[in-house]
């Protein structure tokens, strides 16, 4: 066997898979939405723009991501900046605060509403220490707002410690000279987390970034475990028309947004964190 | 500061970072806390009798009863909803790795023209809602006759661990010494036979690791599983679909069910979250 060719030989199952069940889809799906089996139409697209849950859908989508991922960032690094200064329990802290890493969607909206439910821990709490007077019934259709902060904290509950791990493993690239300099100067701990951490992280920012974004446009299930479909999401419409309303066109359809302002979304990130050619560490 | 305070001004300081230690130890306390509360929470009441979990009000103390999780595991399609979850996900890290570890080993080895190209079909798959191919999929599917099979939907989450499984392996490999394999060549070996005796079972625990990590991922995985599975449904498909129906003790157990072998592979993993994540930024 040549050894020019044996690299091209282990990329072949890969490049294989990826062509048949990502790339090869996703033409698919373009067809489903814009084709009525024969031509080309936007009908599929009218449903979807005129049906009166779109508006309500799409905003609620993008909403929860321009509240959840700010919290996430900060948070992540708030417990990334503590994880870096541990000295002793390190790898400890960093388990716990990695623990929700590895849970499903699905798994943290059922604890969420275990806390939520009428008779969940949240109202024990609020009826033991006589703030009402009988459990309120938070997850109702009556106010859509409690059951969108419910997801709020279910979706940062869950999904900070992903880009907690990108921020503590970009963190670690950063040299200590960085810091020892900028202490030598006099720099408060403040002003080194704003003028030496932030700017070196910009790499991993835009990688969380990025990720993180787009999952929280696919949120599904965590809004399905606490609220139904009270609060309709761009993920759980396409749930709903490809099961429900039998229409695989419509929902075709639904995907293709998400996957746009996915795309939107990345293309914001890369341009507005873009790194300096010849400035990574 | 004057020369009358510098007798206190030790004393100041030492009292000030007392007090930024105690912020700084009571907030990794509170951290913790948000993490593990609710998941005791939730085992609190997975390890309820049903009475006690529609009971209120909820003490935060678990009833030690099992009534609940009984309940559940005797739940007309649980078991074989278990099953399945298990199926898909060895599956899926099967081919996972088949797939992905080759794949990282050339890009740990090799220079070659299209490397840049295949790193970046790679990090594509990483921008896009993955889970969303279920639905041309499906459609696929149906017409080889996958549809609704375990084989099919590991298929589908395969094409969500390959990313994680090239990364890992690429930079698992990375860190293995390419003289290594030098020296076992000069010593007669062939590539395979030096991969076999000396690569790999320094990579082993690596492998095992991605391994896992893709497993978590075909275990955790809801809309994909409820979009191609009807007759065999994972359990997170299984739980998604009875939500609106199931009696809350149920879908507290099954929340359990989903959350505790998470937790024991991510302990498993934890060593290498890292080296993927730290290699995922270059």
Known sequence: ?281 | MTDVASNDQPQAVAEVSRAGRFVFVAGTVLMCAWVLVPIYLLLVNALSSPAQVTGFPKTGLPGFDFGSLQFFIGFSGVAKALWNSVLVAVLTMVFAIGIGAPAGYALSRFDFPGKSAFRLLVLMTRAFPLPLLALPIAVMFIQVGLDDTPIGLALVHTTLAIPFAVLITFSIFSGIPVELEEAAWTLGCNRAQAFQRVVLPLVLPGIAASAIFAFTISWNEVFAASVLTVQNRTLTAFLLQSLNVSPLHLKFAGGAALVVPALLFIFAVRKYLFAMWGIANR
Request: proline content about 5%.
């Open chain 1, 1 to 281: 066997m040549p050894q020019r060719a044996l690299p091209y030989l282990l990329l072949l199952p890969a490049t294989l898979f990826l062509l048949v069940f990502f790339l090869y889809p996703f033409v698919q799906i373009a067809v489903l939405a814009f084709s009525d089996g024969q031509s080309f139409t936007l009908e599929h697209f009218q449903t979807m723009v005129g049906h009166w849950k779109f508006p309500a859908t799409f905003w609620n989508t993008i909403l929860l991501a321009a509240i959840v991922v700010p919290i996430q960032l900060v948070m992540a690094l708030a417990m990334a900046s503590v994880v870096m200064r541990l000295k002793t329990g390190r790898n400890t802290i960093l388990y716990i605060f990695t623990i929700p890493l590895g849970l499903s969607d699905l798994a943290a909206g059922i604890i969420w509403l275990a806390i939520f439910e009428q008779s969940g821990f949240l109202n024990s709490l609020l009826v033991s220490l006589g703030i009402v007077g009988k459990p309120i019934l938070f997850l109702g259709y009556q106010n859509i707002w409690v059951i969108f902060i419910a997801v709020v904290l279910a979706e940062v509950w869950r999904a900070t410690a992903i880009v907690m791990v990108i921020l503590v493993s970009g963190m670690g690239l950063i040299p200590k000279e960085y810091y020892e300099a900028a202490e030598v100067f006099g720099a408060s701990p403040w002003q080194r987390f704003r003028k030496v951490t932030l700017p070196m992280l910009r790499p991993s920012l835009q990688t969380a970034l990025i990720l993180r974004t787009i999952a929280a446009f696919e949120v599904f299930a965590v809004v399905v475990a606490l609220g139904g479909t009270t609060l309709p999401v761009l993920v759980g419409e396409t749930y709903n028309w490809q099961f429900n309303l039998r229409d695989p066109n419509v929902a075709a359809a639904y995907a293709l947004v998400i996957l746009a302002i996915s795309i939107a979304a990345t293309l914001v990130y890369l341009r507005v964190l873009r790194v300096p050619k010849g400035a990574t560490i």
